[in-house]
């Protein structure tokens, strides 16, 4: 588990991939601001964590009780990152005197199913993975192009993205039982989340993962909740601008926090 940085509390669910690596930059900058507790997601080998895979996604919920309990937080700010999103909602739904404030980043909506690109990949996942990998640049490198102002910020991202992808390599048979837990299992309505919501979401036409529409339902379900969206980027902007995606939310934590000091005083 990583533990890093100091001031209000922020626990950051790492997204499909599973690897907490893969949020580095997202890491770093938070650390500066926040003491930021991330981790990777307990099917994984190197997480540490307990995992049984008869329990699914309750595998994940379980874990972030662990991570608290292993950080000594009585509350904390949960930020879920795409795949993760719904994890962290439901976590919220469940425990509402621990989540201080949710920020749901790209983020897949409860009643999200497989669409046909999904349903593909999930028939043969490690031999279609090729595929899968040579799609990708397709549908990041636009956001990449348009996100950093120069050849030489684009080439240091995908070099840095590369090495941390070489090192935290993901698997694709992880990935595929984390799509099939997630579309099986019955998520609250997050209607039902009572704490602050920060959405956070790329420009609609450059987010070719998750299209904002669908991260937008929670906006939908929770009227009151805060939409900010990063400047020229898609799913990736909490990596492409992480001082961007950091100081949002610093400054939402920290306003959950003040809130929550001056209604227990």
């Not at 490690?126 to 040579?134: I, K």
Request: proline share 8%; hydrophobic share 45%.
């Amino acid at each position: 588990m990583i533990d890093r940085g100091t001031g209000t509390p922020v626990v950051i669910l790492p997204g499909i991939q599973g690897r907490w690596e893969w949020l580095a930059p997202a890491v770093d900058a938070l650390a500066d601001r926040c003491r930021v507790i991330t981790f990777s997601l307990c099917d994984e080998p190197t997480s540490g964590f307990r995992f049984d895979p008869a329990r699914g996604i309750e595998n994940y919920l379980g874990q972030l009780d662990e991570a608290f309990e292993r950080a000594q937080l009585k509350d904390a700010v949960l930020i879920g990152v795409s795949y993760s999103g719904p994890i962290a909602a439901e976590f919220a739904v469940r425990n509402p005197d621990r989540v201080r404030g949710l920020v749901l980043v790209a983020a897949l909506p409860p009643d999200w199913k497989p669409n046909r690109r999904a349903r593909f990949y999930l028939r043969a996942p490690r031999l279609l993975s090729p595929l899968f990998l040579l799609d990708s640049p397709a549908r990041v490198l636009p956001e990449i192009y348009t996100a950093l102002p120069g050849i030489r910020a684009r080439l240091a991202f995908a070099v840095g993205h590369g090495i941390r992808l070489l090192k935290a390599w993901l698997s694709p048979s992880r990935m595929a039982a984390r799509l099939r837990w997630t579309a099986a299992f019955e998520y609250a309505d997050p209607g039902q989340i009572r704490q602050r919501v920060l959405v956070i979401t790329g420009e609609e036409r450059l987010d070719r993962v998750v299209a904002p529409e669908l991260t937008k339902r929670y906006l939908a379900a929770l009227p009151a909740a805060e939409h900010m969206v990063i400047p020229r980027t898609g799913h990736l902007g909490l990596l492409t601008r992480p001082t961007e995606f950091a100081e949002a939310v610093r400054r939402f934590a920290d306003e959950v926090s003040s809130n929550a000091r001056r209604a227990s005083a």
